[in-house]
């Protein structure tokens, strides 16, 4: 189907016959198991494992499968089959889009395919089964942060992946798919990188996806108003010798500044395609795709001819005569180790090597010759230093730079005269960023989004709230009773429906989030609190994980990644469950709409963010001080220009947290409402009122054999039970609460009685004052995170002990918080 690799690796392989359609029989393996013996266009081959790796094949296994989803019986001559046409499945539509230039679809009968080789029709219909399979291409979309690369993988694969519009967004690898021209193109969004050092965790990411995974056409994403910058990196991919294709995104605000440049030959100087491209209207996506194919295919027909005028050429970047001869000296040294070009281009490890890139150095001492290479670049840096009077890296950057600012200079780029296109940006900033105003905006812009999330949500909460309590009414009046009826009226409808009524609040508060990450500001937001942080001993770039960590724990835990220094990493870790994600919210809201009159909402909800900041300032500095000791490093992040946010991305960004928030409602929430219920079930007891049954059951007992633990704090049993149900995730909290305070007999009830007015007249019939319920606000805010947060420390501290550390310090820590804030409230009230 394709040979990977690079240089004149691949290229000899293709010259030995092993090209499209071509069947490739193994024969056998050398007594070590290495090399292998194959047969192919009539001749015998020897290739090593390594190399034979580096050649896509369809195996007999996948024309078998391909035989189960296109049978001779189901499927006529000339037309497709049922699985393949209008099949939902990746798969089958490749399949249908590739037979396409057929009139027949592809058929294997199982019975004659030991027959294969004596059969010409069979024959035929392998060498079309490759060729489907040819038809996937894998692209790799690398570029720098913000530049639009999650943008063109939602655009083009129609997946639903987060855009920030600030760097770190992307902290792993998003795969997904475009169905093209009848190819399948297999996309997979790479993290936002600078440049392909070993600096950054991004940047090592990029570069063993990369040289591990070995895509068939590389992406280059450019954000043509930054072009000098943006293009580093692509000079870097260049060097790796990679079949490439440079989409230069943001091409509208290119034109718009009146700039000028001439991109055909900017492309012709770098030897790859550059299409102007605009990812959020679509604009020049399907000339990409279109090129994207053509470079494919051309790269694979090279070798059979090799008069064909290509797309991409090779090219070395000339980094100036002194450099190039140091570099060619490098890399000859490189190059007496034939394995190493199977996966690598050695210009580019010469290069990286005279950069003193650390990774690269590993990669090459494990070599035999490893000791002679690092002698010659250790000899070549030393000349450079001699004759240049600086170090080699610093040389190399300078010339990548000289190489970046000529061909701008000859491919004719010229900034326009027009305004200024980010004066709104300078002016936006000299506000946003003051030194007296910063903060009041950024505590402005919180206030303002909790209390529109209390004031616009109440409508449609009341709205959904009604429907519940229908529902409920309904299955009451017409179920016979019993411990059915019992289980749907008290635990899914009063558990499920305690929690669901909350989704327009979850759904409002995502939406900012959505517009302040969008927009820009968030990154404003880092640069605000930088000094705050490394006064607490963090990085700059800690905040951003932070904030993130207001919409949910487990995507801030994972883009801790972006954080350089293993210190700060590590320490924003462990701080981040102080942080209130919207699990926490539907408690928030519940308990104080409850206790709290509608004018003091937003500020018991601000102090509670608050704390939560002030408790991981407080935990982080001690921390940093006595436990997690090392270097920081330098505080260097882009600040994008602010850009207004579509309203269907941010529509689309919104609905996705919804839509998550609803999965729980069907899935661990109902789980678990059924759960609480059962236990508050049985044993069940004829003749007793609902406060008595509760109070004996299994649920009841349990939470009067932790109550001592929480005496301090003032909470009854059915608060601490609450608590313990949270653990598995913070919404079960409220579902809880739902249950075990739903159809309370303890308390008569008024029909026209407000829902918090009813749950208030119940909760302080248990001895439940607003005082208690502030505490239990803090114990929320501050204790264990759910388990999945756990597991996400875990992952990516790379040990348990940092993860069961996090779960017992913060339960600790909130333990002690609640009940000096009760302990005090009693002695001043």
């Not at 027009?418 to 905006?441: A, R």
């Not at 509670?608 to 002030?614: N, S, V």
């Not at 997690?628 to 600040?639: H, N, S």
């Given at each position: 189907m394709k040979v990977m690799g690079h240089g004149s690796f691949r290229k000899r392989i293709v010259e030995m016959g092993f090209i499209r359609g071509k069947e490739v029989e193994v024969l056998l393996n050398a007594p070590l198991q290495d090399p292998v013996k194959y047969k192919i266009m009539g001749y015998e081959v020897s290739l090593r494992r390594d190399e034979g790796k580096m050649i896509e094949v369809l195996s007999t296994e996948e024309v078998r499968r391909i035989k189960e989803s296109s049978s001779p019986e189901s499927t006529p001559a000339g037309s497709s089959s049922s699985e393949t046409k209008g099949s939902s499945s990746p798969e089958a539509e490749a399949l249908s889009a590739a037979t396409s230039e057929s009139s027949a679809p592809v058929v294997i009968d199982e019975a004659d395919i030991s027959e294969a080789d004596k059969s010409e029709e069979n024959e035929r219909r392998l060498r079309r089964a490759a060729l489907q399979k040819h038809r996937e291409i894998s692209v790799a979309l690398v570029g720098n942060p913000n530049c639009g690369k999650t943008s063109l993988f939602n655009f083009a694969s129609g997946a639903h992946e987060r855009v920030g519009n600030y760097s770190g967004v992307t902290v792993d690898a998003k795969e997904g798919y475009a169905m093209h021209k009848g190819y399948r193109i297999n996309l997979t969004d790479l993290p936002g990188t600078y440049s392909l050092s070993a600096y950054s965790p991004e940047e090592m990411y990029v570069r063993r996806q990369i040289i591990d995974k070995t895509p068939d056409v590389v992406i280059n994403v450019i954000d043509s108003s930054n072009l000098e910058r943006n293009l580093y990196l692509t000079t870097q991919l260049i060097d790796m010798n990679l079949r490439m294709v440079c989409a230069l995104n943001m091409f509208d605000e290119l034109e718009n500044r009146g700039d000028k440049l001439n991109y055909q030959l900017l492309g012709t100087l770098f030897g790859v395609p550059m299409i102007p491209t605009v990812f959020t209207n679509g604009r020049g996506v399907e000339q990409l795709l279109d090129t994207v194919i053509k470079v494919y295919e051309e790269a694979s027909n090279q070798a059979l001819n090799k008069n064909v005028k290509l797309l991409t050429r090779h090219v070395h970047l000339s980094h100036g005569q002194q450099l190039e001869d140091c570099i060619d000296s490098v890399k000859k040294e490189i190059q007496k180790n034939q394995g190493i070009r199977v996966k690598y281009s050695t210009r580019y490890l010469a290069i990286k090597l005279l950069e003193r890139d650390s990774e690269t150095e590993k990669v090459v001492q494990e070599l035999p010759e490893g000791p002679a290479i690092i002698a010659e670049r250790d000899k070549q840096a030393k000349k450079i230093l001699e004759e240049t009077g600086e170090d080699s890296e610093t040389t190399i950057m300078d010339a990548k730079y000289g190489i970046i600012k000529g061909a701008l200079k000859e491919a004719g780029y010229e900034i326009g005269e027009?305004?200024?296109?980010?004066?709104?940006?300078?002016?936006?900033?000299?506000?946003?960023?003051?030194?007296?105003?910063?903060?009041?905006?950024f505590f402005l812009i919180l206030f303002l989004m909790f209390e529109v999330t209390f004031v616009l949500g109440q409508y449609p909460m009341d709205w959904i709230e009604a429907g519940v309590g229908w529902i409920g009414d309904m299955v009451s009046e017409h179920m016979p009773d019993g411990p059915l009826k019992d289980m749907i009226v008290g635990g899914i409808i009063a558990g499920v429906g305690s929690v669901i009524v909350f989704l327009p609040q979850i759904?409002?508060?995502y939406f900012f989030i959505s517009f302040m990450e969008d927009s820009g500001y968030m990154s404003r937001a880092a640069f605000i609190v930088d000094k705050l942080m490394h006064k607490m001993g963090l990085h700059g770039k800690s905040f951003i994980p932070l904030i993130m960590g207001f919409g949910c724990n487990v995507p801030a835990e994972m883009a801790t990644r972006t954080i350089e220094s293993r210190r700060s990493r590590l320490v924003t870790m462990l701080i981040l469950p102080f942080m209130s994600c919207s699990a926490r919210l539907p408690i928030y809201i519940m308990i104080t709409g409850t206790f709290f009159a509608l004018k003091y909402q937003s500020l018991v909800m601000i102090?509670?963010?608050?704390?939560?900041?002030?408790?991981?300032?407080?935990?982080?500095?001690?921390?940093?001080?006595?436990?997690?000791?090392?270097?920081?490093?330098?505080?260097?992040?882009?600040?994008?220009?602010?850009?207004?946010?579509?309203?269907?991305?941010?529509?689309?960004?919104?609905?996705?947290k919804g839509k998550q928030y609803l999965k729980k409602m069907g899935g661990i929430i109902l789980v678990a409402s059924i759960i609480v219920w059962a236990l508050g079930y049985f044993p069940h007891h004829e003749g007793l009122t609902q406060h008595e049954q509760q109070e004996q059951s299994y649920i009841g007992q349990m939470g009067k054999a932790v109550a001592p633990i929480f005496s301090p704090q003032g909470f009854d049993w059915k608060l601490d039970v609450s608590l313990i149900a949270g653990v598995g995730a913070k919404e079960i909290v409220a579902s809880t609460m739902g249950v075990l305070y739903a159809d309370d007999e303890s308390v008569a009830e008024d029909e026209d009685m407000a829902k918090y007015e009813k749950l208030r007249t119940k909760m302080e019939a248990e001895g439940i004052t607003p005082l208690i319920a502030y505490a239990y606000l803090i114990f929320i805010l501050l204790y264990f995170p759910c388990i999945a947060t756990i597991v996400a420390i875990k992952n990516e501290s790379g040990s348990w002990k940092w993860a069961i550390f996090a779960a017992v310090y913060t339960t600790a820590v909130a333990w002690v918080a609640s009940a000096v804030v009760y302990q005090l409230g009693q002695l001043i009230y």
């Open positions: 027009k305004e200024d296109q980010y004066k709104l940006t300078h002016t936006l900033d000299n506000i946003i960023t003051n030194k007296y105003l910063g903060f009041p905006i759904l409002i508060l102090s509670l963010y608050a704390i939560g900041i002030l408790t991981a300032v407080v935990v982080s500095k001690i921390f940093c001080t006595f436990l997690i000791k090392g270097e920081d490093t330098p505080f260097v992040m882009e600040l994008p220009p602010y850009r207004m946010p579509t309203w269907k991305a941010i529509g689309r960004h919104t609905w996705e």
